[in-house]
């Protein structure tokens, strides 16, 4: 979670050109099951989940404070969040830790349309509104070229690699930036 105190959650849902960036509803559910379950997605984040457990989930997955549905012509594609990085996690930019990170994980079918750099900006730009004075920080598995690209994109910097979960982690910055108004 980003800081209750300091942002008021969940926000009017955010709008682009083609995504709605919302809170989590129960008629997003299959979704998320189909999301977690798939072997594609899972590559770079641990491996699919199963199913079966996935069914026993909430009724609502996801409905917490800094996270984001993306949806495309009223139905979900993937999610962004904006979660506090562990002080236990390596990578960080503050001696205190405690950076906003930003995650983002779309369905297979959503992939190669220019969805993630369009939710990930906008969740952004909204991050820079509530608060902007705060860096944020990706981290990604080095060998993820999609994860990669996106966050040059972005405009994340190189901050550090290492290994964790058995992988070569890539730890990037983006500076503050002035909400554009």
């Known amino acids: 979670m980003i800081g209750r105190e300091a942002v008021t959650w969940p926000p009017s849902p955010l709008r682009t050109d083609r995504l709605v ?28 989940r199963p199913r079966a457990e996935l069914e026993r989930a909430p009724e609502v997955p996801g409905r917490r404070f800094g996270f984001f549905v993306i949806e495309v012509g009223g ?13 236990e996690r390596r990578g960080h930019v503050r001696p205190e830790a405690g950076e ?15 969805y993630a750099a369009e939710a990930c900006a906008a969740a952004l730009d909204w991050l820079a509104d509530a608060l902007p004075d705060e860096p944020v ?9 999609r994860a990669m690209r996106l966050a040059a994109k972005l405009g994340f910097t190189e901050v550090e690699r290492f290994e964790e979960f058995g992988a070569e982690q890539w730890f990037g910055v983006r500076p503050p930036v002035t909400p554009s108004r």
Not at 100 to 114: D, I, K, N, Q, Y
Request: charged letters at 20%; a negative charge.
């Open 75 to 87: 139905a979900m594609v993937g999610m962004v969040t904006l979660d506090r990085r562990g002080p």
């Open 137 to 145: 920080v990706l981290c990604t598995q080095s060998a993820n070229d």
């Open 21 to 48: 960036l919302r809170q989590s509803e129960a008629r997003d559910r299959a979704a998320f099951i189909e999301l977690f379950a798939s072997p594609e997605v899972g590559t770079y984040v641990g491996g699919a």
């Open 100 to 114: 906003v990170e930003l995650g983002c994980m779309f369905l297979p079918r959503a992939w190669g349309h220019g």
